[in-house]
């Protein structure tokens, strides 16, 4: 019989009390044979209640508190997987140390600890790397700049060695290859950009390297870096390679200045004798182009005489031919209105002469003296 038929049967589900005969005993329980009543289902259930506070360790009714903050508890935790990534971050979510995915700006929400925690880099901050030199506060020194021979001295293409300082300003361009694909971002970034530095250096001379070169060479610097840099997959993205000194050897700087005022001195002079022969060239070939301008008039102005001269001896010539005493005897007064018109004369008429006496002009004679 199952424990619910024996209730309804107000039989005792727990069988016969002792000393009993079969459930029937006194009220006391003495065993006189008096039937014994059965528990009531309320009341089982308030002792369930009862032993259920006891293991809780409070009284009765004090089990919802211990609920609520249990409840309160496991809110916390997951509200904790709420994250924010700020404007210059990305946000890495790693699930047990494995990479997930990549978030940007925003709220986002992961799973909390220790399921998957967030890193968030700083994208947008633009790092620097010092390379042939370390500045005062790295250096231990109240001021000054400290030199690194081993990563500043360099051959140059001539074979001489120059000293090379420099500085290479980057960002992180992707953050999961930045954090999980190197280990030292830093001696990364300096190693890539020694190395492309070395090589560049090798293929200019060092007048180059000191003087109008510097900027081809950091752009060239820049590129070979960056190709190393990506051929590691650091996720990083260079901005800027910046020269800060590029000198000589500290050894052999002095005769190297010494060498560089002569070549000044060479290039002044040879300054001053272009612009002399920009001065002198220009004028004598002005010079030579206005003798041979003239010359052409002078050449075109006698073949135009000669020319019309024939003309008019031609003219002069058929008119000669067709009248010949007519033409010598205007020939002949052209001629001596030519001859006359250049000498002082006196005029005398036959009829009227004969009483004039000849003199000489001795006053005019003094004064054509005097003007010639």
Do not use: C
């Amino acid at each position: 019989m199952s424990f619910k038929d024996k209730i309804l049967n107000n039989q005792s589900p727990w069988g016969s009390p002792p000393g009993g005969d079969g459930g029937r005993g006194s009220p006391s329980g003495n065993g006189s044979g008096s039937r014994q009543d059965p528990p009531n289902l309320d009341d089982l259930i308030k002792n369930f209640q009862k032993t259920i506070n006891k293991f809780s360790g409070g009284k009765s009714g004090s089990s919802r508190p211990l609920f609520v903050g249990l409840i309160i508890i496991a809110l916390l935790y997951v509200a904790s997987g709420l994250y924010r990534v700020l404007p210059d971050e990305q946000g890495v979510v790693l699930r047990f140390g494995k990479y997930i995915n990549t978030t940007q700006p925003g709220l986002h929400y992961h799973f909390p600890t220790p399921f998957e925690r967030v890193l968030t880099p700083k994208v947008t901050k633009v790092n620097r790397v010092d390379v042939g030199f370390r500045p005062a506060s790295d250096t231990g020194r109240s001021s000054g700049v400290g030199n690194v021979p081993e990563e500043s001295l360099m051959l140059t293409g001539d074979e001489n060695i120059v000293d090379i300082n420099y500085s290479v300003f980057w960002v992180i361009k992707d953050a999961q290859k930045f954090l999980f694909n190197i280990q030292s971002p830093v001696e990364t970034v300096k190693a890539a950009s020694e190395t492309a530095m070395r090589e560049v250096i090798a293929k200019n001379r060092i007048q180059s390297i000191l003087t109008e070169g510097r900027s081809k060479i950091e752009v060239e610097v820049q590129e070979i870096a960056q190709l190393i840099l990506d051929e590691y997959g650091s996720g990083i993205q260079l901005t800027q390679v910046q020269t800060q000194q590029a000198d000589p050897p500290e050894q052999v700087i002095d005769a190297f200045r010494d060498v560089q005022a002569a070549r000044a001195d060479r290039e002044r002079s040879k300054n001053e004798a272009e612009a002399y022969a920009n001065d002198v060239i220009p004028r004598a070939r002005g010079e030579a182009e206005q003798v041979l301008q003239q010359a052409e008039a002078y050449k075109k102005e006698v073949v135009a005489k000669a020319e019309g001269e024939a003309s008019r001896f031609l003219a002069i010539y058929n008119e000669y031919k067709s009248a010949k005493q007519v033409t010598q005897e205007r020939m002949y007064l052209e001629t001596m209105e030519k001859v006359l018109a250049d000498i002082d004369k006196v005029i005398i008429d036959k009829e009227s002469g004969s009483g004039v006496v000849p003199y000489l002009p001795l006053p005019e004679l003094k004064k054509k003296g005097s003007n010639n």
